[in-house]
């Protein structure tokens, strides 16, 4: 579900400095582009991922300072992929 995958980056994103593409599309098995496409979701949702051309990978922009809803939320979402009982 694209859901759980758009949370996991996010967590691995805060997690560690910097990941591939490739990396993550193996991790989630889907293509790299798939993983392009998530990660321009992830900024549209207002989260800064940043790529730098040469030294490869992502990575949150350093200055990025996490907002408390945005901990709620997530705890939601993951909350709701434990559990899928409760979802419609």
């Given at each position: 579900?694209?859901?759980?995958?758009?949370?996991?980056?996010?967590?691995?994103?805060?997690?560690?400095?910097?990941?591939?593409?490739?990396?993550?599309?193996?991790?989630?098995?889907?293509?790299?582009?798939?993983?392009?496409?998530?990660?321009?979701?992830?900024?549209?949702?207002?989260?800064?991922v940043r790529?730098?051309?040469?030294?490869?990978?992502?990575?949150?922009?350093?200055?990025?300072?996490?907002?408390?809803?945005?901990?709620?939320?997530?705890?939601?979402?993951?909350?709701?992929?434990?559990?899928?009982?409760?979802?419609?």
């Amino acid at each position: 579900m694209k859901v759980d995958r758009l949370v996991s980056i996010i967590l691995i994103l805060l997690d560690k400095k910097r990941i591939g593409a490739q990396e993550l599309a193996d991790m989630f098995e889907v293509s790299p582009g798939t993983i392009y496409r998530d990660i321009d979701a992830i900024n549209m949702a207002g989260i800064p991922v940043r790529s730098t051309p040469g030294v490869g990978g992502f990575e949150i922009m350093q200055e990025y300072k996490m907002d408390k809803k945005f901990f709620r939320l997530m705890t939601f979402l993951l909350f709701c992929w434990v559990f899928p009982v409760f979802q419609a």
